[in-house]
């Protein structure tokens, strides 16, 4: 051995022993395991009776966080993420947060991300880790099942709804031929209703020259398809290229459900590439009493479902099918580094904006194989009950105005004491809002609906109950007396 050589040798072994801390023996393991799963169990028994909205301080710590080359002790690390993460601003696993549409994090899917994590497996191509790509796969086929899509259909799982629809969107545009130079000329067809990440995907996907085309919705905020089919006629008589419809499947301010068979019947006749916007409704077709409302889901093109909403897993958890997966190949690329073994099953970065990913699908696997899918429905079902108890109940109530039937898990109201103006109407529920967030105790979003301000509460939570809305109830009574 050289004295280079031994010198170099001498060195690796010294940096050896200073990276030595990041792997930690069977018992350092053990230690920092039991310090989180208590810190986790305090968490989750707080839920039971804390809050679900801290107000945001003025100045945090997290801002000027020392990171430099010494580690700090653990219970240190546990107690900074207690203080400035868990107790500040919304608390989304409480059973209280009736606002926006919740995420989930039942607890079976943070040990399957513990067990991805642990492994560290290589999801995004197949001869990397078959097995993580075929749980991907399988995944993704149980979804395009469930959906009613043929057993062509193919997709991908992805951090959530806006990635989603960003695959969908780009699969569109290449199904229907579109070139740079017919971009100003292809239609799209949204309602006011429609969650922004559409027309974020389609601007990121290159087409934001395309005219957008706003349909009318009824009464109940769902798509009128009288107004799309018009649409649709007068910009193909004006040499346009009608070319994408975006329909909702649980929009975001009242839950509607557009109708989607009449939607496809336009899109088919019309050559239209017929996408669904199920992000948050999606799953509700495990619901045998929601799966009319769904109707016609099935004969779309491509379709976003976000497990992190209705099937109650950690955010970062979406999925896309498109219902041919010959249109995904827009997404199969080759590179020589990508040839060390032969490949007999799809990978999923080839139906995928992504290469390397998080093994998400272990997130997914664990919870269905655990529960079943019984459990996810029953749940699903509660919370659309729990829309409609809260709705029959403030419908009897004075002065209080209520929205379209709740056709998912969300209900809209307003307080409106007679001889007020819109205007005072208005500003009597903002402030209605701001004593609910400052008390902290259930947290509640608001909207606009017609351009006038209403409370939106989306009991979607999977621990969320009656006694919550009960709870609830009683709040909102002493809430507007002081009003």
Not at 122 to 145: D, H, K
Not at 324 to 342: G, I, K, N, Q
């Amino acid at each position: 051995m050289s004295v280079l050589t031994s010198t170099l040798r001498e060195r690796a072994e010294a940096l050896r022993r200073r990276a030595e801390a990041l792997e930690p023996d069977a018992e350092g393991r053990r230690e920092l395991t039991e310090a989180t799963v208590r810190h986790a169990e305090e968490f989750l028994e707080a839920l039971k009776t804390g809050p679900s909205w801290y107000p945001p301080r003025e100045s945090s710590e997290l801002n000027e966080l020392p990171i430099g080359p010494e580690g700090q002790p653990f219970p240190e690390i546990l107690d900074l993420i207690r203080r400035e993460v868990e107790q500040e601003g919304l608390n989304p696993a409480s059973p209280r947060d009736l606002g926006y549409v919740p995420g989930g994090g039942i607890y079976s899917s943070a040990l399957g991300d513990y067990l991805a994590a642990v492994g560290n497996a290589f999801s995004g191509y197949f001869p990397a880790s078959p097995g993580a790509a075929r749980v991907e796969n399988r995944l993704v086929e149980w979804i395009a099942e469930i959906v009613g899509y043929p057993k062509k259909a193919g997709g991908t799982l992805t951090s959530g709804g806006s990635v989603a629809a960003l695959t969908a969107i780009i699969a569109a545009r290449d199904a229907k031929g579109l070139r740079s130079e017919d971009f100003s000329r292809a239609s799209v067809y949204v309602t006011s209703q429609e969650h922004y990440s559409v027309r974020k995907a389609v601007h990121l996907a290159g087409v934001g020259e395309a005219p957008c085309r706003i349909i009318a919705v009824d009464e109940d905020y769902r798509l009128a398809p009288e107004s799309l089919a018009a649409h649709v006629r007068k910009d193909r008589a004006d040499g346009l290229i009608p070319w994408l419809v975006v329909s909702t499947a649980g929009t975001t301010n009242t839950g509607a459900v557009d109708p989607l068979d009449a939607v496809s019947d336009i899109a088919r006749s019309e050559g239209l590439w017929h996408h669904v916007d199920a992000a948050y409704g999606g799953f509700y077709v495990l619901v045998p009493a929601r799966r009319e409302v769904l109707r016609g889901i099935e004969r779309s093109d491509s379709v976003v479902l976000d497990p992190h909403k209705s099937l109650f897993l950690p955010y970062g958890s979406g999925a896309v099918v498109v219902r041919d997966a010959a249109h995904l190949e827009t997404f199969r690329w080759r590179a020589p580094y990508l040839v060390d073994a032969p490949q007999k099953e799809i990978s999923p970065s080839e139906r995928s904006i992504e290469l390397t990913r998080h093994f998400r699908g272990m997130r997914l696997l664990v919870p269905l194989l655990l529960h079943g899918t019984g459990p996810f429905a029953a749940a699903l079902e509660e919370k659309w009950v729990l829309a409609c108890y809260l709705q029959d109940e403030l419908r009897r109530w004075k002065d209080i105005e209520v929205g379209p039937e709740p056709q998912l898990s969300t209900m809209c109201f307003r307080y409106r004491p007679p001889g007020r103006s819109e205007e005072e109407v208005d500003a009597l529920n903002r402030r209605l809002t701001r004593a609910l967030h400052a008390d902290g105790r259930i947290f509640v979003s608001a909207t606009y609906l017609n351009e006038r301000f209403w409370l939106r509460p989306s009991p979607g939570i999977f621990r969320t109950h009656a006694e919550h809305i009960d709870e609830f109830l009683e709040l909102l009574k002493g809430f507007l007396a002081e009003l």
